[in-house]
């Protein structure tokens, strides 16, 4: 398998994710014409106007196509499917937008759960009152029940998916672009911001289409 | 004290939420005039601007006067200090447009934290992907990690809740407009509807104000 020339990209709702052997970069959705790449692209996708588009050019290669779909659910996004095709046993704490958790006991998906993001989870809390408009405290101390509404708001929000998680007792993967920020709650997880990719590499490699 | 003839209000941000005796009713922040009140009226708010205009009425009484606050924090809601004042032992979930939860233990106030409530994580979760859209299932088995989107967002607001709460191991009195509809998760827990109510009468016999 040649890494160094192999174009690989993640396609969300707002943009594409490339990785060009050790490069990566971004192009958005809204600009980026896919058209302007000729050579091989392998690519995953959970916008389906994307999808759409992709699917008339040749070079594009859905790599959805080369996962047995069957052992996941319908309506389960791409990106999460591909990220639990790459370990065979923990946790997926996928924290972008929204943060998926996906559960892979022996190499089978054993269901997994959606949580808002960091983000959309500040703005929530900012709409209800003016008076829990703060950022979360990731340093916050998980062990003490808050006395403040900073803390309060970060508890919650911190507090409650770290009990359902730690519950699991299974090795925790960390990807995303909130990884690093998490990490200081799961402390034992293991970052891995190329999961993603890596699953692709590996769905490409079994799938001999290299 | 003379129950029947006390009226108590307790005032969020949108509304004026009165008992007399043992009726209650509701009215808007926006347009209701609390000068055309002219009997004597127990009241609590966490209504800045509200607080403001009742401070000059002389029947308007503010029970946040005769509240030990010291015992808790700055910036906590008056009516999240009350509900604690109400009891001695457990864990108090006031289920409205934020969810507060709060532990008292031998009658002292040990800390909480704030969960959004159901309809602003419903929003938070429809705003981030419309393939997110759903209610949440409150009847969703707990015990099975979800293989469905409606499941994984319920399992993702409702599982992380119930996790942290139970983890207490105290008995839970459930408040608040959507207290009955989370009793279906916290299926042990106690539900009382007018707590916030009956801890302003204990302040006022305590108070001895009647």
Redesign the interface.
Known sequence: MEDSIMLLCDIG?SSYHFLDGEYEYKESVSSFNPQNITKKVYYISVNAAVNKKLSDLKNWINLAEYVESSNY?????IDRIVACEAIDNGVVIDAG???T?D?VQDGVF????????KV??Q???A???S??HYSFNFELNLD??????Q???S???L???F??VS?YNMEIILTGGDALEFQKVFKEARVDEKLIFNAMKKIIQKADIC
Chains 1, 2 share one sequence.
């Open positions: 709702n659910y319908d309506t389960m996004g937008s929204a943060i958790v559960i054993k269901g997994g759960f959606i949580y808002p993001g959309a989870m703005n929530t809390y709409n209800i009152s008076a829990l003490k029940m808050p006395k403040n509404s803390d309060a708001i508890y919650g929000y507090k409650t998916l009990c359902e519950s």
